[in-house]
């Protein structure tokens, strides 16, 4: 969009366009070099910064924190919201792994000194599953052809009523 053939500004539009770029280019030497001006999402999304840095809170919340604190507007490219959902599927993974050795101590205590049988019970039962495997449970499936039989009938009262209609 360039400016009309024959388009002369006002003084008072040269002014303000002057005072606008002179405020522009004051904050963009206040801000610095043009590298450092990027914004975070972009650094994110250029990999510059790897998602793996980035903190739990975003990870969690599948957005970027801006250099200024705010939170990032927008949807993030589906590429990117990805390899969050996958860093944060890793490091859930870790903590649960870091927890193992003490959360079996715990299920070990309740299973040797526990003061309720059904809480020893179902602590035996945990080391089972977990040592030895689930024993499968078999689930068997039957039908009865009933459903069937309505629903042809269905179809077939319908088509002979659009014959109806088509005949008449």
């Known amino acids: 969009m360039g400016a009309k053939k024959g388009f002369k500004p006002t ?9 606008g770029r002179r405020r522009r280019n004051a904050k963009l ?11 975070r999402v972009a650094r ?8 793996a840095s980035l903190t739990d809170e975003e990870v969690a919340k599948g957005n970027i924190r801006l250099d200024d604190g705010t939170w990032a507007q927008g949807r993030l490219p589906a590429k990117l919201q990805g390899q969050m959902q996958r860093e944060l599927y890793h490091r859930a993974r870790v903590a649960m792994q870091a927890a193992l050795p003490r959360s079996i101590e715990v299920a070990h205590e309740i299973m040797t000194k526990g003061k309720k049988d059904a809480d020893r019970l179902r602590a035996v039962e ?21 459903w069937e039989d309505t629903f042809e009938g269905v179809v077939w009262a319908e088509d002979a009523a659009s014959e109806g209609d088509q005949e008449g």
């Open 126 to 146: 945990l080391f089972q599953d977990r040592t030895l495997g689930r024993v499968p449970q078999h689930v068997a499936v039957h039908t009865d052809a009933a």
């Open 44 to 51: 994110v999304r250029n990999g510059d910064i790897p998602v």
């Open 29 to 39: 030497r206040e801000l610095g070099p043009v590298a450092e001006r990027t914004d």
């Open 11 to 19: 003084e008072s539009q040269v002014a303000a366009l002057q005072r």
